[in-house]
């Protein structure tokens, strides 16, 4: 244990972004504009789309960025000379930022968010953008499959303690809440946050009393708005008619909002369950079901006729359980020459869909005014104008034959300006407005591209222009490398 105090985020980063950043300052390109865009390949789960989470921590980090005394003194420890410590003392971002709004449906291969700024800059920020980045979103787009299969049915993230961490349960949860989830046990996100929260009672409790019926009058005395867990000995001989019993003693002096299950057949447990509930007049207490749930699980109670009125799901959503990683990466596709120009950088791959797609480009989503439904997305070059044509050439970026043409149509930029030379200039919606945000984006898609298991691919386009930059860029990247 060393003596520095944890009081930036600076060196939230790789050793190479900083092995990189001197070199740059050595040779005095440090600050040389370069152009970064920030996407992943692959869509996480299997699913169609993926809902972006991340752009609220990202503000926050870019609008503090700087070394502190204690990052310069430990990086002086390590041997980095005092001239560029000196020059690190001055680093802020002073770069722009465009990037689509949270909550936003997003796709693989399309520029979720752009850098444009000095070169050290764009690289250092880097590790801890992607850090960001592929956390939330994967978490926002776990939950909302979740969210897919439970409808209406309100979703409580229970997951605290089994995420990975405080930073993870905390931005974690505020990622299911973006996707649909209506209320959050981690009493910090909502205090944070401002995410309603929620909660019942452990076993624990009903252990504490030995006896069911002392814990629940207990309870009830405590608490006017009364969910009991019922499971903790024998859900249906002892605590559904337990928890029934203690609700027609205390009458209108509580209210009886519902049960819970944590264990067992849910499927069985809470069809038997509503039944003496029915039966016993409490028609309206809620049957809540938690228990290692995910989409999956869900879909099979469903199928089976639970009844089930609401979920606490916690470990599968929190920890992204059947998929650990997003794979957003963040790849330079221009920089300022000699002359001072912006010119396109490639990186070119022996797989297709690694090869970068150059130049400053600007990401449309189309979408169809008749039906109000989404024809795909369109990435063209900064300067086109795909707004104010008649008819769109929509084609495979792989597969070029496949393709059609789009008309009657809206091209909707998904990108919004963050920075502008460093300065802010976007402000960050209510987290609600964020989620209906989302849920509204959601609404343009087919049901084809939505469902949990082998989706259709969404079109993610290139425009003629931007398709033609790619091919001109590969061939003369291609005669570069052979020259060599
Ligand atoms: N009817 C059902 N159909 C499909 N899956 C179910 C059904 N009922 C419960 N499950 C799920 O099956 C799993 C059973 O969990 P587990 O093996 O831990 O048993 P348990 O009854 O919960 O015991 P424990 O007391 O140890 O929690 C959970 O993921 C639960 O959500
Ligand atoms: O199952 P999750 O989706 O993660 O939901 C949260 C779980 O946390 C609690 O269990 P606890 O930590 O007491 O352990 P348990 O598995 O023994 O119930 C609660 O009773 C849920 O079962
Ligand atoms: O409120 C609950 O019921 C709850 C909260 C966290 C984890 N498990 C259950």
Request: aromatic share 12%; glycine share 6%; hydrophobic share 40%.
């Amino acid at each position: 244990m060393n003596n520095y105090s944890d009081d930036s985020l600076a060196l939230h980063t790789d050793l190479y972004q900083i092995n990189m950043a001197k070199a740059y300052w050595e040779d005095n390109i440090h600050h040389k504009k370069a152009v970064f865009d920030l996407y992943f390949r692959k869509l996480p789960f299997g699913n169609g789309y993926a809902i972006f989470a991340g752009l609220e921590r990202i503000i926050d980090y870019l609008q503090t960025f700087h070394f502190s005394e204690s990052d310069l003194d430990y990086l002086k420890e390590l041997g980095y000379k005092r001239d560029f410590i000196d020059y690190l003392r001055t680093v802020r971002f002073t770069g722009n930022v465009r990037a689509m709004k949270e909550g936003e449906v997003v796709f693989n291969n399309e520029p979720i968010l752009q850098v444009e700024a000095p070169l050290i800059e764009a690289q250092l920020i880097e590790t801890a953008l992607l850090n960001i980045v592929n956390y939330q979103t994967l978490i926002a787009t776990k939950a909302s499959r979740i969210m897919q299969v439970a409808g209406d049915k309100p979703a409580s993230e229970f997951g605290t303690r089994r995420a990975h961490e405080f930073d993870a349960a905390l931005w974690g949860t505020r990622a299911t809440f973006i996707s649909g989830f209506s209320s959050t046990s981690n009493v910090r996100a909502g205090k944070r946050f401002g995410i309603p929260i929620s909660g019942t009672h452990a076993h624990s409790y009903v252990q504490a009393y030995e006896d069911e019926y002392i814990a629940f009058h207990k309870y009830a005395k405590s608490h006017k708005n009364c969910v009991f867990l019922v499971d903790t000995y024998d859900t249906l001989k002892s605590g559904v008619p337990t928890a029934i019993k203690v609700a027609k003693e205390l009458g209108d002096n509580i209210n009886f909002e519902a049960i819970r299950l944590d264990s067992g057949d849910l499927a069985y447990l809470s069809k038997e369950a509503r039944k003496l509930l029915d039966e016993a007049g409490f028609v309206d207490t809620k049957i809540i079901a938690s228990n290692d749930l995910d989409e999956y699980t869900m879909m099979n109670l469903n199928a089976q006729g639970a009844k089930i009125d609401a979920w606490g799901i916690g470990t599968k959503v929190i920890t992204a359980f059947d998929q650990p990683a997003l794979g957003a990466v963040y790849k330079m596709v221009a920089m300022e020459d000699e002359n001072g120009e912006m010119t396109d950088r490639i990186k070119l791959s022996s797989s297709p869909e690694k090869v970068t797609t150059p130049g400053l480009k600007k990401v449309y989503r189309i979408i169809n005014k008749f039906t109000n439904k989404s024809e795909g997305d369109y990435i063209a070059l900064n300067y086109e104008q795909p707004e104010k044509e008649s008819k769109l050439h929509m084609f495979h970026p792989v597969h070029t034959y496949i393709g059609s043409f789009v008309t009657n149509f809206i091209a909707k930029d998904l990108h919004e300006d963050i920075f502008v030379d460093g300065i802010l200039m976007y402000e960050n919606p209510p987290l609600q407005e964020i989620q209906s945000y989302s849920k509204e984006q959601l609404n343009l898609l087919w049901e084809e591209y939505k469902r949990s298991l082998n989706p259709e691919e969404y079109p993610v386009d290139l425009s003629q222009a931007c398709w033609d930059n790619k091919m001109k860029h590969i061939e003369e990247m291609k005669k570069y490398s052979f020259k060599k």
